[in-house]
């Protein structure tokens, strides 16, 4: 709402996010001279709405992001107040967890001016110098800043490295703790933030941003959870990927799937489905028929939304309280129903204490308020009665925190300090020196294109519910391969032809679309059809640090059938 430029790179709000698109618009309307830069391989309808369209080889955007970096360290378009108090440096980290090596300012330019000039990065990219030199200098002139990112960004096996270059670039132009000035991640789905990252339901995460694998962060959980020292395994369990690995060699006998559609969704599927039916599975879902529960040997009727209370965490920190407004069906039961249900008959009904969506949010508040989150002030009256609060928020007078590491709305920082990276040892901001990887699916000679895959505007995700309406099938068809003008050219291939697809992970067959928005050498598809499954030949291969699998970037090569 206050920003003057922003920047989109990996999102298609128009698509997948259209209040926040709106939003957008609202703001160029109000304020005609906002800039809006949107970076994509594809030319998606965000792009059309953008002053400045970027497009560049799929997989290599972390060189624009370095560049950018280089243009505004050699051009004195960086606020070095800001970095001397608050920024710095380091290596990117060994492991995860634990912190780079340190190094200076005059390290980190060398790094860039090393191998990040636009001139030396333009081929590889796809994008000219002059344009990375034009967003470079709008980024860091402008008077404030928003970056808008999601899953093109994240689901890359350079996912980490990108999401910090992004953040690096706002820290040492300063655009960063002022309206309009700040980095946001657009996650996919809500309560991901709430749900899986605050409260700890990650394999290798305990709640309030502890760590399963550092024992004082064990210690405290075993003390607040009031069980046993040394109850907790110092071993993380196995990221979803490999998960569904382990679930094919025996090494995980039995799985419960709650909340999402893996037969569909997940990397390289063929095999996952196949391990899938090798573990004794338990499918909570409130479709019968969704892909997922075709697999199950258990299927569990769940509620919708709808039919069940609860708290659902947001992007910008937002906890917002649900109401309950109709009875589920028949034996339906909430996630919390069934969890409780299965801790008793597992003999653990001593251990859960916090039974009702009540009780639980309060054990939530107590456990935040031992950590630098700290939900306390957001007691379940407060949020029935409000549209939300934004933590921190320690008390019930508290407002909650609408700018977090900002003295004045942010109650966890020192008075004094005027912004305080108050999550590090130092209080300050990490920039690292992130090295541009190729990716694993770079093209061949044998796969000569590269296949990077979306939403659509009318369906969600898997289409598990969506697809049920009649409208939205109409509406979207059925899924299809977009291909550029040129590659249909080279093979003959007119619109509506039958296609086959391959990876070194599958094949698969679908019908073509002849489409402007693909740039020469990409094929798009979306994963919202479960008669055209796209993930079938999709990578699995997976960022070091955060797991996440490089769906968007998948060398592949295309044949007419």
């Known amino acids: 709402d206050h920003a003057d430029c922003i920047f989109l790179i990996g999102a298609n709000p128009f698509l997948c996010h259209p209040p926040l698109h709106e939003r957008i618009m609202r703001r160029k309307r109000l304020h005609p001279k906002t800039t809006i830069i949107c970076v994509d391989p594809r030319r998606t309808e965000t792009a059309d709405h953008s002053d400045i369209y970027l497009s560049p080889v799929p997989g290599a955007d972390l060189l624009l992001l370095n560049a950018m970096a280089q243009v505004i360290c050699a051009d004195g378009l960086v606020d070095q107040k800001f970095i001397s108090k608050h920024v710095r440096f380091s290596l990117p980290p060994k492991k995860p967890g634990e912190p780079g090596e340190t190094v200076d300012y005059a390290a980190f330019t060398t790094f860039l001016n090393t191998d990040y000039t636009p001139e030396k990065v333009s081929q590889e990219l796809g994008i000219s110098a002059a344009d990375i030199r034009r967003v470079a200098h709008r980024f860091a002139k402008s008077k404030a800043t928003t970056s808008l990112w999601t899953m093109g960004i994240n689901q890359r096996v350079q996912g980490v490295a990108l999401n910090t270059m992004l953040n690096a670039l706002h820290l040492i132009t300063g655009q960063i703790g002022r309206p309009g000035a700040t980095p946001f991640s657009i996650t996919g789905q809500p309560n991901a933030c709430g749900g899986v990252r605050d409260t700890g339901s ?164 107590h456990i935040s308020k031992h950590s630098k989150y700290n939900f306390e002030g957001m007691t379940y009256p407060r949020l029935k009665e409000l549209r939300g609060l934004q933590w921190p928020c320690p008390d019930e007078t508290h407002p909650g925190t609408v700018r977090r590491y900002v003295e004045g709305s942010d109650p966890l920082v020192t008075p004094g300090t005027g912004i305080e990276f108050y999550g590090t040892k130092d209080h300050k901001a990490n920039v690292f020196l992130q090295p541009y990887i190729r990716s694993p699916e770079m093209p061949s000679a044998k796969f000569p294109l590269q296949l990077t895959t979306g939403r659509v505007l009318e369906h969600w995700h898997t289409g598990t519910m969506t697809g049920r309406i009649q409208e939205l099938r109409d509406a979207a068809g059925p899924a299809k391969i977009e291909i550029a003008p040129s590659e249909a050219d080279k093979m003959n291939i007119s619109d509506g032809d039958k296609v086959r697809v391959a990876s070194k992970f599958g094949s698969i067959d679908g019908i073509v679309r002849i489409s402007e928005r693909c740039r020469p050498g990409m094929l798009f598809a979306a994963f919202y059809d479960a008669k055209l499954l796209i993930n079938n030949i999709v990578s699995d291969a997976v960022d070091p640090q955060s797991k996440e699998p490089e769906y968007k970037v998948t060398a592949v090569r295309l044949e007419k059938v």
């Not at 309950?324 to 859960?352: M, N, Q, T, W």
Request: aromatic share 6%.
């Open 202 to 365: 990650l394999s290798h995460a305990l709640p309030g941003g502890r760590l399963v694998a550092n024992s004082k962060h064990r210690a405290e959980m075993e003390k607040l959870w009031n069980v046993p020292e040394k109850t907790i395994s110092p071993k993380p369990g196995y990221h979803a990927v490999e998960l569904f690995k382990a679930m094919g060699d025996g090494r995980v006998k039995a799985a419960l799937i709650m909340c999402t559609n893996p037969a569909q969704s997940m990397p390289n599927a063929i095999p996952c489905r196949a391990n899938m039916d090798k573990a004794f599975l338990v499918v909570a879902e409130i479709f019968e028929d969704s892909e997922t529960a075709k697999l199950a040997d258990v299927l569990l009727p769940a509620a919708l939304w709808i039919e069940k209370e609860g708290v659902t965490g947001q992007g910008e920190r937002r906890y917002q309280y649900t109401p309950k407004l109709l009875k589920a069906p028949g034996s339906c039961k909430s996630d919390l129903e069934i969890l409780v249900d299965l801790a008793k008959r597992l003999g653990h009904e001593k251990l859960i204490s916090a039974i009702t969506p009540e009780t639980v949010w309060d054990e939530w508040r």
